[in-house]
């Protein structure tokens, strides 16, 4: 087992590349489902799962809360130039993608590059990080799923980027979206997501709600006519989330921005990203946003992760939970696989695990759960009854009067006269736990 680091240092010392060693293993520093070369079907595992490490929570966030700072010393934030330490946290980023073995990586501009109030200060700086990690890519292989331009934590965007009041302020955050729009083509990277984390109210009092999603929508339109004019031929990702840190997100949930996109003629070049956290932020099982989006065609990515039943905000924990996972493989595997979109780790580890091991630990977990659940979703696809069953539940549908119904040739009179000669419906069972039953079955085998 070889060391492989790519800058000047070694970040995560007595870790090497994590191996395959299957379900028997207690290695905790080991995959005991994600053996990337498998086949599962016709593609590989790696090939279906597309997973990627997320650049914020994992090399940035310390582990501060609203209570207190972080718990973690990084050594790659030891120096005291800005630059020096953007460069050592790349390094140990490349570092930590290739021990672990995943293809892709996402980041937000200024979590790559420092951040500076002077435009061309802010511009300078990430095209310095970015011809860096395109060295970094070209060594390692790893890609960029997708880029992003930090639209929330400066304080100038406190009342929203593109839907804040302020004309100035929308055009600043112009200033960020081109730069990582940039940076996302120079990358080659696959999506470019937006998540509008201050884009939405605190008081409906001082809000013009429809101004602002005017120009929300206006705002993506430049982007998307900009990016494409730089050649970026990916796909443009819109991120749900209902809440925090606003009351209200005008991205609400899968459903909300599907309207969104149809109404402002943007669903040819936007999907959207998908993140289990927010679905349930917004009411929703992570399973349910992910078919809502698969349903209108726009499910183009997942942010993976977990929140927790008893609290409720965004805890962006790693997703192990089995149930969810195979939920979510099932939508994607239905909808024939979810590239050029992939599985981003959006989670934090917590604030009390505190060694560079347990970034490895959390992201094995995670990776295991979902390769757990793809086998299991496709096992259940291709070789249980669950399709079977669900085709018959609905085969009513399927020819005669309940065929022409779904072609449009019943007018409303004509369906009651056909209830009329037909008498009552027989009762079906909706066999609810029958299905749940099938599900276990094929989880614990
Ligand atoms: C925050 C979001 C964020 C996006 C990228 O809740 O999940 O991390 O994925 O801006
Ligand atoms: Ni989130
Ligand atoms: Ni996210």
Redesign the pocket.
């Known amino acids: 087992m070889g060391t492989p680091f790519i800058g000047k240092r070694e970040y995560f010392p007595g870790i090497g590349r994590i191996p395959f060693e299957g379900p028997a293993s207690d290695n905790p520093l080991a995959f005991k489902h994600y053996d990337a070369k498998r086949k599962i079907g016709d593609r590989t595992m790696a090939e279906h799962l597309r997973f990627a490490v997320?650049y914020?929570?994992s090399f940035g966030n310390a582990g501060h809360d609203p209570f207190g700072p972080g718990t973690r010393v990084y050594p790659w934030d030891a120096d005291a130039a800005p630059l020096v330490r953007a460069e050592a946290r790349m390094d140990a980023a490349f570092e930590f993608f290739t021990k672990l073995g995943v293809p892709y990586y996402?980041f937000?501009d200024i979590d790559m590059a420092p951040d500076d109030d002077d435009v061309g200060e802010y511009e300078a700086n990430l095209r310095h990080m970015v011809a860096l990690a395109r060295e970094r890519q070209q060594a390692t292989g790893v890609r960029l799923l997708w880029g992003?331009a930090?639209l929330?934590s400066h304080p100038r965007y406190m009342n929203g980027a593109a839907t804040n009041p302020d004309f100035a302020v929308v055009a600043r955050a112009a200033v960020q979206v081109k730069a990582a729009l940039d940076a996302t083509v120079e990358l080659g990277g696959s999506n470019y997501?937006f998540?509008g984390?201050r884009e939405g109210y605190a008081s409906l009092h001082n809000t013009h709600m429809k101004r602002e999603l005017d120009h929300f929508a206006r705002f993506l339109a430049m982007a998307r006519d900009y990016g494409r004019s730089i050649g970026f031929e990916g796909v443009f990702l819109i991120?749900p989330?209902p809440m925090?840190p606003m009351k209200h997100q005008y991205d609400f949930d899968a459903a909300t921005v599907a309207g969104f996109l149809h109404r402002h003629g943007l669903a040819q070049d936007f999907k959207l990203?998908i993140?289990a956290?927010?679905a349930t932020l917004s009411g929703h099982t992570f399973e349910h946003d992910l078919q809502v989006a698969s349903d209108h065609g726009l499910l183009g990515s997942i942010?993976a992760n977990r929140g927790n039943a008893q609290n409720g905000w965004?805890t962006?924990q790693f997703p192990t939970d089995l149930y969810d996972a195979v939920g979510a493989m099932l939508v994607v595997l239905r909808q024939g696989g979810m590239a050029p979109g992939g599985l981003?780790f959006?989670a934090k580890v917590r604030r009390e695990s505190t060694d560079g091991e347990d970034l490895f630990l959390a992201h094995i977990g995670g990776m295991d759960a979902f390769a757990r659940g793809l086998e299991v979703a496709h096992a259940l696809l291709t070789r249980s009854p669950l399709e079977k069953w669900r085709a018959e539940r609905y085969a009513s549908f399927d020819e005669g009067a309940g065929r022409d119904f779904e072609q449009g040739r019943f007018s409303l009179a004509q369906l009651r006269d056909f209830a009329a000669g037909h008498g009552e419906p027989a009762k079906r069972s909706g066999r609810q736990e029958c299905y749940e039953n099938l599900l276990n079955q094929y989880l614990l085998r």
Do not use: I, R, Y
């Open positions: 997320c914020w929570h996402c937000h992003t930090n929330f997501v998540w984390g991120e989330k925090e990203n993140e956290n927010h942010d965004d962006d981003n959006d």
